[in-house]
């Protein structure tokens, strides 16, 4: 999805991101802004990393696995 930021030394370990954090917020803000959420969880739980789309009350509510 994003080579150029995956390659940059400034993300390259977790003490780099956490000192680029604003910035690595910023470019992963602007990144997903027009991407389905279930379908970047998808993606992510593809390439073996934990994730899930945030959900609200009315999506639980309307969620059939909470009806079955």
Do not use: Y
């Not at 959900?55 to 309307?62: F, G, I, K, M, P």
């Amino acid at each position: 999805g994003m080579p150029a930021v995956a390659d940059a030394p400034s993300f390259a370990n977790h003490a780099a991101r956490k000192a680029s954090e604003a910035e690595l917020d910023a470019l992963l803000a602007q990144w997903t802004l027009d991407k389905d959420a279930a379908q970047l969880a998808d993606a992510l739980q593809q390439a073996g990393i934990a994730a899930a789309r945030s959900v609200n009350s009315l999506d639980l509510v309307a969620d059939p696995t909470l009806w079955a």
